[in-house]
């Protein structure tokens, strides 16, 4: 029987599919970028009135409005990797964190990375003190000049990459605090060497473009961090369906079924009526928008 249900999480399974070799396009110059792919993902989704988790099996349907939004809280580890189908996810609705919610580790943590405010960095070290884990800095080149920093805990770093648009990216700095690398990205931020956010409009990445502008900004982004660059520089590559899929508004289809094919950058890519539809996650997550078997 049909069940409406909150969609929480698309699961991304990333692997390494080789090494490529990149000319500047204005430098000339020859750079290896190793290159991960999207291989797989899983549908996390919550049926309405239930606490547990589970891997949705298609086809699935967009649910029709009005959505309700709920309780991003869930019962998995802050510091290492889990299987999100197994969580405990809270049932009440709200928006960001319900009232019991609000005060929890995974609550701080999403002030600690998202916030830019003195509020945020106080939420860092109450953090640590809770939770031991290790955070990575890293940049992107998001098209063009320009250039995005970010930290993320670490077992989540190929991941992270994967939901943010981009061409090329690299490792600025491992912390074992995340208030230093929170730090670390506001020092950087605050030089103009890069910016906090990200782009919204879909863009085709050319990696030529934009690996010797990150290269280079890494190197003096180290020199004023007093760290050392490895030099690493690495890309999640968008299957070509993410650029022929039509871009779908899930708000104006309801009641579309469609399969999951692939996803990059923030956007599914499904198949639906015989014709590919690029859907924006950040539109769906935490919404009860599906509806499941």
């Not at 289809?253 to 692939?262: A, H, K, L, V």
Request: hydrophobic share 35%; with cysteine; proline share 5%.
């Amino acid at each position: 029987m049909p069940h409406r249900a909150v969609f929480r999480l698309i699961h991304k399974r990333v692997s390494e599919d080789g090494v490529e070799k990149v000319s500047s396009l204005l430098h000339g110059e020859t750079y290896r970028i190793t290159v991960y792919r999207v291989e797989g993902l899983d549908l996390i989704v919550q049926r309405v009135g239930y606490a547990d988790a589970e891997r949705a099996s298609g086809p699935l349907e967009i649910a029709p409005a009005p959505w309700r939004t709920y309780c991003r809280w869930h019962d998995g580890p802050l510091d290492k990797r889990d299987n999100p189908w197994e969580r405990i996810y809270c049932t009440e609705e709200a928006e960001g964190y319900c009232r019991v919610h609000k005060r929890s580790l995974r609550s701080l943590y999403e002030i600690c990375m998202s916030l830019r405010s003195p509020k945020s960095l106080e939420a860092c070290r109450a953090l640590d003190r809770e939770v031991k884990a290790e955070y990575t800095l890293y940049m992107i080149h998001t098209g063009g000049k320009g250039l995005k920093v970010g930290v993320t805990r670490s077992f989540r770093l190929l991941e992270r990459i994967a939901e943010q648009q981009h061409s090329v990216a690299t490792v600025l700095g491992v912390y074992d605090s995340a208030y230093r690398a929170r730090m670390a990205e506001t020092h950087v931020s605050k030089s103009g060497m890069a910016v906090e956010r990200g782009v919204k409009r879909l863009r085709r990445p050319d990696p030529g473009q934009g690996v010797h502008l990150l290269s280079w900004i890494a190197e003096k982004v180290s020199g004023v961090l007093g760290t050392s660059w490895s030099g690493r520089l690495f890309r999640v590559k968008p299957a070509q369906e993410v650029f022929h899929a039509v871009q779908a508004s899930p708000y104006k289809i309801p009641g579309s079924r469609f399969e999951p094919r692939t996803y990059w950058g923030g956007i599914l890519v499904a198949h639906s009526g015989g014709r590919l539809i690029a859907l924006k996650e950040r539109e769906m997550l935490h919404k009860d928008s599906l509806v499941i078997p």
